[in-house]
């Protein structure tokens, strides 16, 4: 029981090290490590470390370097031209239970997907995912590519030894769209950027 209780402790001491500092010696914090659109992912070391905070010359808050909120808000900022309405906020945050599929996300100024929705993931949608033991604050990233049966993901601080980009599977079930994994809430796109193909039931981004 010593034992258990000890190895315990340890796991936990080295996840706090982990989340506080960066224990990865091949990155050093903010370092470039990816980029979509021109738009560049900055290595962050531990997840709970933070810089100062990163603002426009206007005044808009992107967040604080180099955690996954500010990657993607500085994103929609730099690509889309889109300023969020509240700019603060911890990643899930950003997901609105209370709307229903297809709304408008009023505090992200965004339409709200649901993680099972009539309209599909698309390149440049935002993804929201919920908090876990390990994080409180959930995350947040970029879709960067969709095909028929997977997306790929761009993130910022996903973790030392993480990557930048994930692929999920993503499946059509009865008009549904579903991203296969438990943690995702949804995804929010910029309104101009939505056209509905209906007899197909596929959503796709219109750059602007």
Known sequence: MKKIVIAILTFLIVVVFAKKF??????????????????????????????????????????????????????????????????????????????????KNEKRGLLQFHNKSSSKPAEGDLIIFSASILNRFGHVAIISKVSKNTIEIIQQNPGPFSPSRETFPLIFNNGKWEIKNSRVLGWLRKEQEVLINVESNVGVSKKS
């Open 22 to 103: 960066n224990i990865n010696p091949d990155f050093a914090v903010g370092q470039k490590l990816d980029s979509l659109n021109g738009v560049v992912v900055y290595y962050n070391g531990g997840v709970n470390h933070v810089e100062e905070r990163n603002q426009t010359e206007d005044g808009y808050n992107l967040g604080l370097k180099y955690q996954c909120v500010e990657f993607v808000k500085r994103y929609y900022y730099e690509y889309f031209h889109h300023k969020m309405p509240d700019s603060y906020g911890n990643a899930k945050d950003f997901f609105d239970k209370k709307l229903k599929d297809g709304e």
